[in-house]
């Protein structure tokens, strides 16, 4: 059975799924620098089996699968019917072959040991609904000595793509305090934090690697401002809370605070993230 504060989350990525399939153009291209950063440090190459953990709407699955190539695969797996279906029909569309689709969570992964080279999620483990279960099945379906590599976001306060609307927000409305533990963008922040569940997990040769970069896009303010209260739930459920008279003022007040992002006349967040990686202990466990 799946518990009732799961069943809520899912339930609203399914509801992100079709904003985040008619971004999917604007998300491969802010995002890109993750992909790359997965892709350096798990060494993903010609051939290789990949499984993708949280895919949403195609990425990074549909990147990797061109670095694969065909004689490589990717498995994309994402929990939410409605991320799948937008994954899968962007892979038809372009005609790709080499990526399975399989609707499942991250913490119950419905693969034989020893099927991958390398299993990655990106901007996915800090929804897993039990990250010690996840990371322990990550390793699990990954062969011997194979790397397993997530991508999270850095602190809110290094991150104004998110901050600049949300911070806005919360002067105008009382937000109950947030479990640090709870599923959240920010939740594994902390220098460690992953790391440590990671290690937990019994990976070895476990890093974590700070990523800064540009979160870049041929876009307006008015565009930002409609993908981000379309494409987030966090965002959606805070603006249902302004009454009609906040919003233009909050606009405005996000629009001043966002100004510095536009002024070469596209859009340039600066972003930090983090990469944490490892790898499978050559010797099996009693756990696996
Ligand atoms: C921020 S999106 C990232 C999607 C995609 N990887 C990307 O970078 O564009 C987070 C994804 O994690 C998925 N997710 C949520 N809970 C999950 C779980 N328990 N196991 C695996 N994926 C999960 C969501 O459905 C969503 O597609």
């Given at each position: 059975?799946?518990?009732?504060?799961?069943?809520?989350?899912?339930?609203?990525w399914?509801?992100?799924?079709?904003?985040?399939?008619?971004?999917?153009?604007?998300?491969?291209?802010?995002?890109?620098?993750?992909?790359?950063?997965?892709?350096?440090?798990?060494?993903?190459?010609?051939?290789?089996?990949?499984?993708?953990?949280?895919?949403?709407?195609?990425?990074?699955?549909?990147?990797?699968?061109?670095i694969?190539?065909?004689?490589?695969?990717?498995?994309?797996?994402?929990?939410?019917?409605?991320?799948l279906?937008?994954?899968?029909?962007?892979?038809?569309?372009?005609?790709?072959?080499n990526?399975h689709?399989?609707?499942?969570?991250?913490?119950?992964?419905?693969?034989?040991?020893?099927?991958?080279?390398?299993?990655?999620?990106?901007?996915?483990?800090?929804?897993?609904?039990?990250?010690?279960a996840?990371?322990?099945?990550?390793?699990?379906?990954?062969?011997?000595?194979?790397?397993v590599?997530?991508?999270?976001?850095g602190?809110?306060?290094?991150?104004?793509?998110f901050?600049?609307?949300?911070?806005?927000?919360d002067?105008?409305?009382?937000?109950?305090?947030?479990?640090?533990?709870?599923?959240?963008?920010?939740?594994?922040?902390v220098?460690?934090k992953?790391?440590?569940?990671?290690?937990?997990?019994?990976?070895?040769?476990?890093?974590?690697?700070?990523?800064?970069?540009?979160?870049?896009?041929?876009?307006?303010?008015?565009?930002?401002w409609?993908?981000?209260t379309?494409?987030?739930?966090?965002?959606?459920?805070?603006?249902?809370?302004?009454?009609p008279?906040?919003?233009?003022?909050?606009?405005q007040?996000?629009?001043?605070?966002?100004?510095?992002?536009?002024?070469?006349?596209?859009?340039?967040?600066?972003?930090?993230?983090?990469?944490?990686?490892?790898?499978?202990?050559?010797?099996?466990?009693?756990?696996?």
């Open positions: 059975m799946i518990p009732e504060n799961q069943k809520n989350a899912l339930h609203g399914q509801k992100s799924a079709r904003y985040w399939d008619k971004y999917r153009d604007l998300i491969t291209e802010m995002f890109a620098p993750l992909t790359s950063g997965l892709v350096e440090e798990a060494q993903i190459g010609i051939g290789q089996k990949v499984l993708d953990i949280g895919g949403g709407s195609g990425e990074p699955s549909l990147t990797i699968s061109k694969v190539g065909p004689t490589g695969s990717v498995t994309y797996t994402d929990p939410v019917a409605g991320m279906e937008s994954a899968q029909a962007e892979a038809a569309r372009r005609g790709v072959e990526i689709f399989r609707q499942c969570s991250a913490n119950d992964l419905p693969f034989e040991a020893c099927t991958f080279d390398v299993a990655v999620g990106r901007l996915s483990a800090m929804f897993f609904a039990d990250p010690a996840a990371m322990r099945e990550a390793l699990r379906v990954v062969l011997k000595d194979g790397c590599a997530f991508a999270v976001w602190p809110k306060e290094a991150n104004p793509f901050s600049t609307i949300t911070d806005v927000i002067l105008f409305v009382e937000i109950p305090p947030k479990d640090p533990d709870a599923p959240d963008a920010f939740r594994f922040a220098s460690g992953l790391a440590e569940i990671l290690e937990q997990a019994h990976a070895k040769n476990v890093i974590e690697r700070w990523l800064n970069f540009q979160i870049e896009a041929a876009i307006s303010f008015e565009q930002f409609q993908l981000r379309e494409m987030s739930e966090t965002v959606r459920e805070k603006m249902a809370r302004l009454t008279a906040q919003l233009p003022t909050v606009k007040a996000v629009a001043e605070a966002a100004r510095k992002y536009f002024a070469s006349g596209t859009m340039s967040f600066p972003a930090e993230a983090l990469i944490i990686s490892g790898r499978k202990l050559s010797r099996s466990l009693p756990q696996f």
